[in-house]
């Protein structure tokens, strides 16, 4: 019904940039909160970004002045740029929305909360 497919991981080098993406598929009406999360091996999963359906964004300390977080409402997406990577942003970075409108059939409305897609893996070497 409602999918969060994430594309864009990989391994670069310390410095380096990556572009991550996170489409939503389905018959989707509306879109909430859009947000990154990051888990490394043998930590807990942590946020990283946030975005707004109005577009107000929020970022965890640790990558402030670095990622960038941003949204294409017409094409149901959110994007991370992450520049200057460094070895400590190693992590399987997951998309999450925290509610979702949809049609589950025609004329009818469903909704769902809390969606995550499955992940795509991101390493930085030194």
């Known amino acids: 019904q409602v999918q969060l497919v994430e594309s864009g991981g990989g391994s670069v080098q310390a410095g380096g940039s990556l572009r991550l993406s996170c489409a939503a598929s389905?018959?989707?009406?509306?879109?909430?909160?859009m947000a990154w999360y990051r888990q490394a091996p043998g930590k807990q999963r942590e946020l990283v970004a946030t975005?707004?359906?109005?577009?107000?964004?929020n970022y965890a300390d640790s990558v402030k002045g670095r990622f960038t977080i941003s949204r294409d409402n017409a094409k149901k997406s959110a994007y991370l740029q992450m520049n200057s990577l460094k070895p400590e942003d190693t992590a399987v970075y997951y998309c999450?929305?925290?509610?979702?409108?949809?049609?589950?059939?025609?004329?009818?409305?469903?909704?769902?909360?809390?969606?995550w897609g499955q992940g795509t893996q991101v390493t930085v070497s030194s």
């Open positions: 999450n929305v925290d509610w979702i409108l949809f049609r589950a059939q025609p004329q009818v409305p469903d909704q769902v909360y809390d969606v």
């Open positions: 389905g018959s989707i009406l509306n879109i909430n909160t």
């Open positions: 975005i707004t359906a109005g577009g107000n964004t």
